[in-house]
């Protein structure tokens, strides 16, 4: 519960941000990218839509995306997305309680997206 | 007393004096005593079809023999197509002399064929460019280029060779031939600064070293072993360092690629850099956190700060520093730090890791990297050249070689067309081994004339082109920056290399599905020929390093 509360106010802050936030405007240019967070048993997720400075979501982990961040368990997830650490991603990923699909550059963009909103 | 042909003496320079076995270009008038003495003193010329090429083997010739490559041009035009292969070598630090004829002398301002001001051209990326106005100094000049070729942070050198003097009659004993004095020095570090490195390093706890070219070209393969393995350092030997230790050496992170690579930088507490530029690949050093310490080990001192400023700062060669450092290093064990960081790398390269291993149509590049490692194995030299051919390549290509796995195209100029003249350097340089070159299609058509170089040659190369029918590098940046909609010379078409390359001369062999792959490699490197392996490969994919390209450009 706590983890898909935390996605859905991550994706109202960005799109706060892609109202009011030059340079996250800037940072997300025009690109096309879907980019979804989800627990490995798909049931908990959130699909984050970027289409050209647009940015739109849909709730759910079954949707097809250009990369996705998989949590092993939505305990987990809440606790290293609510720290901000990349130091506790990196020992997440190592433990097995996170792992990337496709990018993880795409991944390492959306981070750096949300960096730059809660600085 | 016996006379000489001053165009002689270059090539008698060249055998007696330095050793030089094997040269790269192409004729013409203007340096014919220079060609006539390479058949007197019995030198192997590889007459190539465009002089980039020639330029661009001769500088990988000296990445994989450790002696400056040796290059002829002719006056104009040849020497304006060495340019490019010029300022590669300029900017890779590579020793390349440059021998390059030009117009008379005596006609100066006449309105001669091919004159023009080539020194002036050519000085921004050299280390030494002159002109021989006497026959009887060729020897002496020719000296002095070597030496600048090769003093220091090595580069290309440039000597200009006028046919005023090139053809005309000496006595021999007017140009003596100089002694080369093979000089036992080196520049050493501070020793304030080997203990203030070696405290740094004795207490690290998330370590990492990463070696350059500078590892490379001081062939120190023993020091960094004994280095690494007191220390329990994990590294990563990149650019012309690559292969100096195996790529399968228990504490290599290639196994995390290039991703792991930034992952684990954001971690580590102390990073050893050695002979290894902060450029742009690094992000000029922001990729690096700013709470780690940072040890410098290059031959350049204006490296040391660069970037980024050093907790320590060792300028030497890179095995003569580790050399001095190690009785000061404490024998370590890091395997925690090494088990995690490759945990977690594989954590976000997971995808690509599966990808290597799953049969795929249309084919990922990536499976079609692992079926080359698959087939031709750790005991070969590959060349990579291309867009996203090139991360594709360098991540998934390992070997036991020095200088094993080259990304052509991945130095400072990111120089497309560079695979096919380094592949063909690297066949010469070390017959005994298969040499493959993995080209963009793109990257391809730039020298793929030197398959006929290759035929007349006999230098059996396999060239496996990943044909996304496109500059794809280029053609993925557009489509997050202007849009799919609006691409810009950025397609090509479906193209049969493979026939082109039959037409002149090699074996070729076309691939459109996974299970094709093995088998049209096993033949191909059976063939005994040249040849092309043109694989038709996912246009869809694209490679971290795209979007890394288009951020570093983007402005607002
Ligand atoms: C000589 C040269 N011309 C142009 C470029 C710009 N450029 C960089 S990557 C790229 C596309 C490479 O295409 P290809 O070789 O097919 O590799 P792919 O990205 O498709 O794998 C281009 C044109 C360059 N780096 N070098
Ligand atoms: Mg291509």
């Known amino acids: ?119 | 007393m016996a006379d000489i042909k001053a165009g002689h003496l270059v090539a008698r320079y060249l055998k007696e004096v330095e050793k030089i076995d094997m040269v790269f270009g192409i004729s013409g008038g203007h340096i014919e005593s220079i060609l006539d003495g390479f058949t007197e003193y019995s030198i192997r010329t590889i007459d190539v079809r465009h002089e980039q090429a020639a330029a661009m083997m001769a500088h990988a010739y000296s990445v994989y023999t450790g002696r400056p490559g040796v290059c002829f041009l002719t006056a104009g035009p040849g020497f304006t197509n060495g340019l490019t292969g010029i300022a590669n070598a300029y900017l890779d630090n590579v020793p390349l002399v440059v021998l390059c004829g030009r117009h008379p002398l005596r006609d100066d301002l006449k309105g001669a064929l091919q004159e023009m001001n080539q020194i002036d051209m050519v000085k921004p990326i050299t280390k030494w460019a002159a002109t021989c106005y006497d026959a009887r100094r060729i020897p002496e000049y020719m000296a002095i280029a070597f030496r600048n070729a090769t003093a220091g942070r090595p580069g290309p050198v440039f000597l200009e060779l006028p046919p005023d003097i090139l053809n005309i009659t000496i006595p021999e004993e007017s140009a003596p031939m100089p002694i080369k004095v093979a000089r036992n020095y080196a520049v050493v570090p501070a020793d304030e600064e080997l203990e203030a490195a070696a405290e740094i390093i004795n207490g690290a706890k998330k370590p990492l070293f990463l070696g350059g070219t500078g590892v490379g070209f001081s062939a120190c393969s023993d020091r960094l072993g004994e280095f690494v393995e007191k220390t329990g350092i994990p590294f990563m030997l990149l650019n012309y360092g690559r292969g100096e230790l195996p790529d399968t050496h228990p504490l290599s992170i290639w196994d995390c690629g290039n991703v792991g690579l930034l992952v684990t930088l954001g971690q580590a507490d102390v990073i050893v850099a050695a002979g290894l530029r902060f450029n742009w690949l690094f992000m000029s050093g922001d990729v690096i956190p700013g709470g780690a310490k940072v040890v410098r080990i290059d031959i350049d001192p204006r490296e040391i700060d660069r970037n980024r400023r050093a907790d320590a700062g060792l300028v030497g060669d890179v095995g003569s520093v580790l050399g001095r450092l190690m009785p000061l290093v404490e024998k370590k064990d890091h395997g925690e730090w090494v088990r995690t960081l490759r945990a977690a790398s594989h954590a976000f390269i997971d995808s690509e890791l599966k990808a290597r291993v799953a049969p795929s149509d249309p084919i990922h590049p990536i499976r079609l990297v692992a079926k080359i490692q698959e087939v031709v194995g750790e005991d070969a030299l590959y060349v990579i050249d291309g867009g996203d051919t090139s991360y594709f390549g360098q991540v998934g290509l390992f070997t036991r070689e020095k200088a094993g796995v080259i990304g052509s195209a991945s130095g400072l100029l990111g120089c497309l067309g560079t695979g096919i003249p380094f592949g063909i350097a690297a066949k010469l340089a070390r017959p005994d081994k298969p040499v493959v070159v993995l080209n963009g299609d793109g990257s391809f058509g730039f020298n793929s004339m030197e398959f006929d170089t290759m035929v007349r040659h006999n230098i059996p190369v396999v060239v496996v082109v990943n044909n996304d029918c496109a500059w794809g590098m280029i053609k993925h940046s557009q489509e997050m920056s202007i849009g799919g909609d609006r691409l810009q010379c950025s397609e090509l078409g479906i193209r049969r290399y493979d026939l082109m390359v039959e037409g002149l001369g090699g074996h070729g062999e076309f691939v459109t599905k996974d299970e094709e792959i093995v088998p049209a490699l096993k033949r191909a490197l059976e063939s005994g020929k040249p040849a092309c392996v043109n694989v038709m490969t996912d246009p869809s994919v694209t490679s971290p390093a795209t979007p890394l390209f288009y951020q570093s450009l983007k402005m607002e």
Do not use: C, P
């Open chain 1, 1 to 119: 519960m706590k983890f898909s509360l935390l996605l859905f106010i991550l994706y109202r802050k960005l799109k706060k941000a892609v109202k009011t936030n030059r340079a996250y405007r800037s940072h997300i240019g025009t690109v096309q990218l879907k980019i979804l967070i989800k627990t490995a048993d798909g049931k908990r997720g959130r699909l984050f839509i970027f289409d050209r400075g647009v940015l739109s979501t849909l709730t759910g982990g079954g949707h097809a995306a250009d990369a996705a961040l998989v949590w092993s368990d939505a305990a987990t997830a809440f606790r290293v997305m609510a720290s901000g650490s990349d130091e506790e991603s990196f020992k997440a990923a190592a433990e097995g309680g996170l792992r990337v699909e496709g990018m993880a550059y795409y991944i390492q963009w959306f981070t750096d997206g949300i960096k730059l909103v809660m600085k």
